[in-house]
T-cell receptor, first 113, second 117 residues
């Protein structure tokens, strides 16, 4: 079935470090891919998305490129801030099929000053 | 942006009791709400989909008599965990889809951590 696998956390970095959170997926069709972020005490928020191969989603300095050949959608940021500390979820959505979001397990990121 | 309020954020209960979790869309109408559950170090898993005024659709392996879902209005859905047991301890999160929006455009609550003693 359709699934998403994320880099296991927690991840702890110093401020201004480079961030990569790996995400790979398995899907029977051509999914849209998403990264959601959950800040402490808040609901999940859409961070960025990509709907087809080679698309790059970007927001708030974060980027992720839809790589069909490696079935990946890794999240990157060049210089993280303390305010980026949150849980990050990778997800996929298939229009042809169950039409529901399928999530990874989430990766907790902590940025130290 | 659209806000979904989920309450309570944390609940501890005794085994055998029932717990109700509320999910409200504060500034929009939600024809469809989704309930997810996450066990430690596992994926956020869809439990059920509820449409306003009709019965919820449960995912395979989710007991509908144990996890009662009510979606009585366009702004409120509730999940009741009946006769809770320690294995029901988990993180529950709801999401809502606004009228006319695709299923991929969801707004999420902040989640409820349920601990059953």
């Amino acid at each position: 079935g359709d699934s998403v696998t994320q880099m296991e956390g927690p991840v702890t970095l110093s401020e201004e470090a480079f961030l990569t959170i790996n995400c790979t997926y398995t899907a029977t069709g051509y999914p849209s891919l998403f990264w959601y972020v959950q800040y402490p005490g808040e609901g999940l928020q859409l961070l960025l998305k990509a709907t087809k191969a080679d698309d790059k989603g970007s927001n708030k300095g974060f980027e992720a490129t839809y790589r069909k050949e490696t079935t990946s959608f890794h999240l990157e940021k060049g210089s993280v801030q303390v305010s980026d500390s949150a849980v990050y979820f990778c997800a996929l959505y298939l229009v042809q099929g169950a039409q529901k979001l399928v999530f990874g397990q989430g990766t907790r990121l902590t940025i130290n000053p | 942006g659209a806000v979904v309020s989920q309450h309570p954020s944390r609940v501890i209960c005794k085994s055998g009791t029932s717990v109700k979790i509320e999910c409200r869309s504060l500034d929009f109408q939600a024809t469809t709400m989704f309930w997810y559950r996450q066990f430690p170090k596992q994926s956020l898993m869809l439990m059920a989909t509820s449409n306003e005024g009709s019965k919820a659709t449960y995912e395979q392996g989710v007991e509908k008599d144990k996890f009662l879902i009510n979606h009585a209005s366009l702004t409120l859905s509730t999940l009741t965990v009946t006769s809770a047991h320690p294995e029901d301890s988990s993180f529950y999160i709801c999401s809502a889809r606004a009228v006319g929006q695709a299923n991929e455009k969801l707004f999420f609550g902040s989640g409820t951590q349920l601990s059953v003693l």
